[in-house]
């Protein structure tokens, strides 16, 4: 997993975190488990369940 691929990761998790749909903790968690990732296919799992905008 290249840098920007984790600093992309971690970005959607802040602006999931600014919307109120992860709190605080969720996000710190998610957030250091996705700047610790070496996997490629990792990111995806510390993404996938918050709510998009608008739903």
Same mark, same amino acid.
């Given at each position: ?7 992309? #990761? ?10 109120? /749909? ?7 968690? /998610? ?5 610790? #990732? ?12 918050p709510? /998009?905008?608008?739903?």
């Amino acid at each position: 997993m290249s840098h920007h691929d984790r600093d992309q #990761t971690v970005e959607i998790l802040r602006v999931a975190a600014g919307d109120g /749909r992860l709190t605080s903790v969720e996000s710190d968690e /998610r957030v250091e488990a996705a700047l610790a #990732t070496r996997a490629v296919a990792d990111p995806a799992a510390l993404t996938v369940d918050p709510p /998009r905008e608008g739903m």
